[in-house]
């Protein structure tokens, strides 16, 4: 029988309660011993692993592979292994959006890692929503976690130009739109944007991700951008699981490691590579889960001293597979060095300082330019507010044409999306260049629940005239892989009742980038009177998440988690 003053770890730890310890543990053994292990293997400690591999998540079809690769080295360094399943986002499979289902993620993680026997746990994710949900799980759960990313696809090619998904895949789709390429190239073309596994090849939203979870220290150094089909994706996957045994009965829990001054510094690495505006609503949920916060109008002060750095679509030219080349995310904390606090402690043990020390001096000056001379002077994001968005609106100005910074234009107004698809390409629709496309109805609290759709589509008849940008203003998000003057997560939303709502067609819109100002030029009286005749529609009754949704979810400037889920929200 087991000795009753053994140490209670891997599958001693957390035993089924049936009144009788020893039985518990008699009970589990006996059932684990039907997966084969030896009772050797039953006493070590545990390692889980949660993966979030699915069939309907292209970029995670290499998984198989990495968990092996993550179970040689839990096993070389004396533990054992063991992988679990979790809910998996993949991004243009699910409806209406995956946002809708991160915090549901985030539950599925948090709970597994408590409810099941673990000393530590690997996270395995990659596409855009997995890793916030797996860092929000792990810092609620807060034992000892390291992530380990997907690593983003291989570019290919077509017709001798470079592809990769998805940045190349909205830019064809928009000649496409304006009847420039033909049905028999967009259809080749398809075929060829994303052709190996992995996450999108460009700095979108899961190759932000993953830079963000190594700045925040909870990655080994050097393991955002390695690409998904090199070996050094799992040889980095081996490492990460030795590093895993490391951590158990160890201190460094994501609550030790994603500190203030940590999450102050994944900002600025956001800043730096001009990245994407949805990390602003996960970085801001990651955050709050351990009880910090993401102040917009810090960020803006961030950004008016953090330069982009880092040439990669869709701001610049470059993939990810060239920043892995340049020296990846350490050559970029290297050039952010004096602006970062260096004694943040990581997940391997050493500092932000200690690991910008310990990595190659080499870096290759076309991906990642010197902060003497960057791509822009300024950061990547910024934050707008006025009566237009109380809370703010963010716009990613490293993806935005530098003409439309300061604008006063006509709105032209869209409810819904079914509004949007309706009119958008409609030939009468009295629109110039000039106006402000205005979409409402698409934020966190809307039915449509914050999709990608701020990233409004130009108008047909303009596209075709040659038109490629112009200001679209929305409560929804977009792409990462995606550009243009577009101005984002209007809080609060207009399904709750905000300002965004109350703006007409016809209504002048002004922006100034350099005031940090995003209004709507009708008087307090007016939008008083307006808001006594807005009708909020009344959702229908729902039943299970959707219940949770509806009653719990957040603005963007909360991250759009559940307030139940938040310390300071309880």
């Known amino acids: 029988m087991p000795d009753d003053n053994q140490k209670s770890h891997g599958f001693a730890s957390g035993l089924t309660q049936y009144g009788d310890r020893d039985f518990s543990l008699y009970l589990r053994r006996s059932f684990a011993s039907s997966m084969g292990y030896s009772r050797e293997m039953l006493d070590r400690p ?42 998996s986002l993949g991004e243009v499979f699910l409806n209406p959006t995956s946002l809708k289902f991160r915090n549901l993620m985030s539950i599925d993680v948090e709970e597994m890692i408590r409810a099941q026997p673990m000393d530590s746990v690997v996270l395995l994710g990659g596409c855009d929503k997995t890793v ?30 470079r592809l990769g998904a998805c940045t190349d895949c909205r830019r064809f789709w928009a000649q496409y739109r304006a009847g420039s390429v033909s049905n028999d190239e967009i259809t080749a073309v398809e075929q060829r944007l994303a052709s190996t596994a992995g996450t999108c090849a460009v700095m979108g939203t899961a190759s932000t991700m993953a830079s963000l979870a190594e700045a925040l220290g909870m990655m080994p150094s050097g393991s955002a951008a390695i690409p998904a089909v090199d070996s050094d994706r799992l040889r980095m996957a081996e490492e990460t699981g030795r590093l895993a045994v490391s951590l158990i009965g160890s201190e460094r829990k994501p609550s030790r490691i994603m500190t203030h001054k940590a999450f102050e510094n994944a900002l600025r690495v956001l800043l ?28 803006n002060e961030l950004s008016e001293t953090t330069p982009v750095l880092v040439d990669l679509k869709p701001t610049g030219v470059g993939y990810m597979e060239d920043l892995h080349a340049a020296g990846g995310i350490p050559a970029v904390l290297r050039e952010l060095k004096h602006l970062l606090h260096l004694d943040c402690e990581t997940i391997t043990g050493e500092t932000i300082g200690e690991r910008i020390e310990k990595a190659h001096p080499w870096v290759d000056r076309e991906i990642i330019r010197p902060f003497a001379d960057p791509v822009r002077e300024t950061g990547g994001l910024v934050a707008l507010f006025g009566n237009l968005a109380p809370h703010g609106a963010i716009m990613k100005r490293a993806a935005a044409d530098p003409a439309l ?31 402000c496309l205005i979409l409402q109805n698409a934020g966190p609290t809307s039915e ?10 130009i108008p047909s008849k303009l596209a075709k005239a040659g038109i490629k940008d112009m200001v679209r203003i929305s409560d929804a998000r977009m792409s990462g892989t995606a550009y243009g003057t577009v101005i984002l997560h209007v809080a609060p939303d207009a399904a709750s009742g905000g300002n965004l709502a109350l703006v007409k067609n016809g209504d002048r819109i002004k922006i100034s980038v350099a005031n940090r100002s995003i209004d709507v030029l009708v008087s307090e009286d007016e939008l008083s009177k307006r808001r006594l005749e807005l009708i909020i529609p009344v959702k229908s009754k729902s039943r299970g998440y959707q ?3 509806d009653t719990h979810i957040m603005q963007a400037d909360d991250g759009c988690d559940f307030d139940f889920l938040v310390p300071n929200k309880n």
Not at 58 to 85: D, S, T, Y
Not at 135 to 141: D, E, I, K, W, Y
Not at 448 to 457: L, Q
Request: aromatic share 6%; with cysteine; proline share 7%.
């Open 405 to 435: 910074f300061e604008t006063e234009g006509r709105a032209i107004v869209f409810s819904s999306l079914a509004d949007l698809a309706s009119r958008i390409d409609s030939p009468d629709l009295d629109v110039t260049p000039n106006d």
């Open 132 to 161: 916030p949900a797996q860092l929000m799980g792990a810092a609620s759960a807060d034992i000892p976690a390291v992530q380990l990313v997907a690593g983003p696809m291989s570019t290919s090619k077509h017709r001798g130009e």
């Open 46 to 87: 545990i390692v889980g692993i949660a993966h979030s591999a699915s069939g309907f998540n292209n970029c995670h079809r290499h998984f198989p592979e990495l968990i092996e690769a993550v179970k040689r080295g839990v096993l070389a360094a004396g533990a054992l292994p063991v992988e679990f399943p979790t809910i």
């Open 272 to 299: 730096a590579l001009g990245g994407s505006t949805n990390a602003i609503i996960h970085l801001t949920a990651i955050a709050g889960r351990l009880g910090h916060t993401i102040d917009l109008r810090h960020m």
């Open 448 to 457: 449509s629940a914050m999709p990608e759709a701020g990233y409004i589509p």
């Open 547 to 549: 219940y949770l949704y």
